[in-house]
């Protein structure tokens, strides 16, 4: 059980640094997802950057954060924003990100929200708790810049996901940008990140030490990978993530295969409905709104019954952690004409791992044995061991903050190849305060 009593076990310190800023990390310093990083000076001007959770079973969370009144939110993803509740509910602090991001946050909320209760996880923050914090909006669009007492803000595109930000912070002596989670490459629907000359560069290290495949190579290999599957009669099962790449994958399908018969299910409908509202955070709006009227929605048991007997269903959860693609997988099973595609990182302790290690799944809370042929593929939003490093050429900076990472497997690589171009490196471990000078 988690129990945060606010403002009396942060262990944040409670006197601003004596000079310089201080940068702190309750979470997301030395692992991937529950972000959440503090910057503070000496006249106490701070923000928290990100509050989110690990959704791991049972869940992580970050430390307890001190009282802060402004809380930067990168993008709408729950390892970024699950904890935000909790600042606004505590602290009243402001919610500062783009209005896309504002929107989604609600339906991220109510599903951390229910999971936690179908799964009885305690959560430090309560259903009424959404509310407050949807008050707690300020929306910003890009390249806007707001002042914070002597700080300038402003948010710039990040690719990863429609809407989400990287934040810059234009201080009286130092520029500073944090990624948040970012890309470079375009994606289907996004546009990359573009660097900006700075002072200290905050930078996820996700894909530390890993190139990704050619795009055009993975996505040939999907698009065949499915043509067997229905050319033998089969469904191709693709569990997806409902905020990003539920919408990928659709576009995709949408302009290399528009002769299949695709159907999606699960939360990532919505979420398109609000990417389409939002033209300013996509690629190309038009290919998305095509897409999307192409594809069959799922709304009725019916419309369940009849994706059974389609090309592809597009479902969440991305994970096989309950949702529909439990359900479809549950039927689609016996056939073994029929196959599942992974196009996302499969957390430990979720269906999706225990699939891939085991063949088994846990289906309506029975352990079930699974004899269909799987596959992944990679259709990362993050940006790869190659760009991160390009990017943080590109921006100029003479200090690189690592996080967002495995401090084992993925950060070594980033710090040896940063360290020999002649730039300050910092691998900050959660729990820890760091100075960084004027
Ligand atoms: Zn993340
Ligand atoms: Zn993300």
Known sequence: MVLYNPGRTSNYPSEPPEKGFRFHYLGGGNEVGNVGIMLEN?????????????????PKYPSEAPKVKNAIITHSHVDHLGMAPWLSANYNTTLHGTELTS????????DCYKISSIEKYPLPWDKRDIDIAMES??????????????????????????????????TPTKKILFTGDFDTRDSPLTSGAKP????????????????????????????????????????????????????????????????LDVHVDGMGKRIAKMQLEHPETLRDHNALSKAWSWCRKVSSKSDK???????????????????????????????????????????KDTGGRKLQNENKVSIFGKETDIELNWEKFSFSTHAGH??????????????????????NEARPHLEEELTSMGVKV?????????????
Not at 148 to 165: M, N
Not at 428 to 436: A, D, K, M, T, V
């Open 42 to 58: 000496q006249n106490k001007n701070k923000l928290i950057l990100d509050y989110g959770l690990a959704p791991t079973h049972p």
């Open 103 to 110: 929107q989604i946050s609600r339906l991220m909320w109510n």
């Open 305 to 347: 019954k009849k994706a059974l007997n389609s090309d592809v269903i597009v479902s969440t959860s991305g994970m096989l952690q309950g949702g529909p693609s439990i359900w479809y997988l549950n039927r689609l099973r016996h056939d073994l004409r029929n196959e599942i595609l992974f196009t996302g990182y499969q957390a």
């Open 426 to 438: 910092y691998s900050p471990e959660n729990g820890i305060s760091y100075n960084l000078n004027d």
């Open 386 to 407: 190659k760009e991160i490093i390009d990017f943080a050429k590109e921006c100029q900076a003479k200090e690189v903050v690592v996080y967002h990472t495995d401090p």
């Open 137 to 170: 909006w300020k929306t910003h669009n890009f390249e806007k810049p707001w002042e914070q007492e002597d700080w300038k803000l402003s948010l710039h595109k990040a690719g990863h996901i429609p809407g989400a930000a990287m934040l810059k912070v234009d």
């Open 196 to 259: 900006q000359k700075v002072d200290t560069l905050f930078i996820e290290g996700t894909y530390g030490g890993r190139n990704h495949p050619d795009s055009k190579e993975e996505t040939d290999r999907f698009l065949e990978h499915i043509e067997t599957i229905v050319d033998r009669g089969g469904t191709a099962l693709i569990p997806a993530f409902a905020n990003g790449r539920t919408q990928d994958i659709v576009m995709k399908l949408h302009k290399f295969a528009p002769h």
